[in-house]
């Protein structure tokens, strides 16, 4: 990849620009700074990168952010061979960033405390990659529309990793987001609201078999519940009894009844408290599915 070894980072001030030639862009591969001026207009030497294959060009993370008029990172959000970068190199350019005695801007400063969160979170949950792809550009969006104001950082975090596994149908609750970030659910559930209004998100609807297993492994339930509540749930959606409801509250209620048909019944409260619903809900989840015995 083209080296520019007389141009200094107007940022870090290294000589490291790379002409990235698929965008016809100029970037810092220190500090991963674009340079707003395309190669053209620069008249500025080039010589040969060092690399042990100079058939092929080489990337450094580019993963996209842009804010306002100023571009952090490459726009992009994989290499120059078309493969996706990990979200932990994105991760390590922003705290190598962050560390630079430099001058941010305010969202600037907001958008990287928000990475920081979220990456602690996909650690503390087990998210993939993905998620936490999906979540940074729904908080990007966010700071665009200047929808940041009177919602924490930590608030719009946890509605965006929510949103995010709920795309990508990763069975987290609102709640184990909630407590990993050390706030209340409900500051978590008012940043979503307002997030799927303002953003015009339409959320896919979590198949609730997806909930069983993990639900089942917490409240201690055994493989023959497990096989029986899903059972149930394929037979409930021929019926149309569960259309529209939260699918945890769903799963929670066919263990509930199957635990009774399998012979190991096991209390609400510890159901409710795995699945992350009141006692109320699963209590309401379970006639549906008593009312489908019935039938």
């Given at each position: 990849?083209?080296?520019?070894?007389?141009?200094?980072?107007?940022?870090?001030?290294?000589?490291?620009?790379?002409?990235?030639?698929?965008?016809?862009?100029?970037?810092?591969?220190?500090?991963?700074?674009?340079?707003?001026?395309?190669?053209?207009?620069?008249?500025?030497?080039?010589?040969?990168?060092?690399?042990?294959?100079?058939?092929?060009?080489?990337?450094?993370?580019?993963?996209?952010?842009?804010?306002?008029?100023?571009?952090?990172?490459?726009?992009?959000?994989?290499?120059?061979?078309?493969?996706?970068?990990?979200?932990?190199?994105?991760?390590?350019?922003?705290?190598?960033?962050?560390?630079?005695?430099?001058?941010?801007?305010?969202?600037?400063?907001?958008?990287?405390?928000?990475?920081?969160?979220?990456?602690?979170?996909?650690?503390?949950?087990?998210?993939?990659?993905?998620?936490?792809?999906?979540?940074?550009?729904?908080?990007?969006?966010?700071?665009?529309?200047?929808?940041?104001?009177?919602?924490?950082?930590?608030?719009?975090?946890?509605?965006?990793?929510?949103?995010?596994?709920?795309?990508?149908?990763?069975?987290?609750?609102?709640?184990?987001?909630?407590?990993?970030?050390?706030?209340?659910?409900?500051?978590?559930?008012?940043?979503?609201?307002?997030?799927?209004?303002?953003?015009?998100?339409?959320?896919?609807?979590?198949?609730?078999?997806?909930?069983?297993?993990?639900?089942?492994?917490?409240?201690?339930?055994?493989?023959?519940?497990?096989?029986?509540?899903?059972?149930?749930?394929?037979?409930?959606?021929?019926?149309?009894?569960?259309?529209?409801?939260?699918?945890?509250?769903?799963?929670?209620?066919?263990?509930?009844?199957?635990g009774f048909k399998?012979e190991e019944p096991?209390?609400?409260?510890?159901?409710?408290?795995a699945s992350g619903?009141?006692?109320?809900?699963?209590?309401?989840?379970?006639?549906?599915?008593?009312?489908?015995?019935?039938?």
């Amino acid at each position: 990849m083209p080296v520019f070894s007389e141009r200094k980072c107007p940022r870090c001030g290294k000589n490291s620009i790379i002409l990235d030639e698929e965008l016809d862009e100029l970037f810092c591969s220190d500090c991963g700074y674009v340079i707003t001026e395309k190669y053209q207009k620069s008249g500025l030497a080039i010589t040969s990168d060092k690399s042990s294959n100079k058939n092929k060009e080489t990337s450094l993370s580019q993963n996209a952010l842009n804010i306002g008029s100023q571009t952090m990172i490459n726009p992009r959000n994989k290499d120059s061979s078309g493969k996706p970068i990990s979200t932990n190199l994105y991760f390590t350019r922003l705290r190598k960033l962050e560390n630079r005695n430099k001058t941010y801007s305010s969202a600037e400063k907001n958008l990287q405390k928000a990475i920081e969160e979220m990456s602690k979170l996909k650690d503390e949950l087990v998210l993939s990659d993905t998620i936490i792809d999906e979540a940074v550009r729904l908080y990007q969006k966010i700071i665009d529309r200047k929808l940041t104001r009177g919602y924490s950082i930590n608030a719009h975090v946890g509605a965006c990793i929510y949103a995010s596994c709920k795309i990508t149908e990763t069975p987290r609750t609102m709640e184990s987001i909630a407590n990993n970030l050390g706030m209340k659910k409900i500051e978590i559930r008012r940043s979503y609201k307002m997030m799927l209004k303002e953003l015009e998100l339409k959320m896919p609807l979590s198949d609730p078999v997806r909930f069983v297993a993990r639900i089942a492994s917490i409240a201690g339930f055994g493989e023959k519940t497990k096989r029986e509540a899903i059972k149930m749930i394929e037979q409930a959606k021929k019926t149309g009894i569960i259309i529209g409801k939260e699918p945890r509250g769903i799963a929670a209620g066919a263990l509930h009844v199957a635990g009774f048909k399998t012979e190991e019944p096991i209390s609400e409260k510890t159901i409710a408290d795995a699945s992350g619903i009141t006692v109320g809900t699963l209590i309401e989840r379970s006639k549906d599915f008593e009312k489908i015995s019935e039938w």
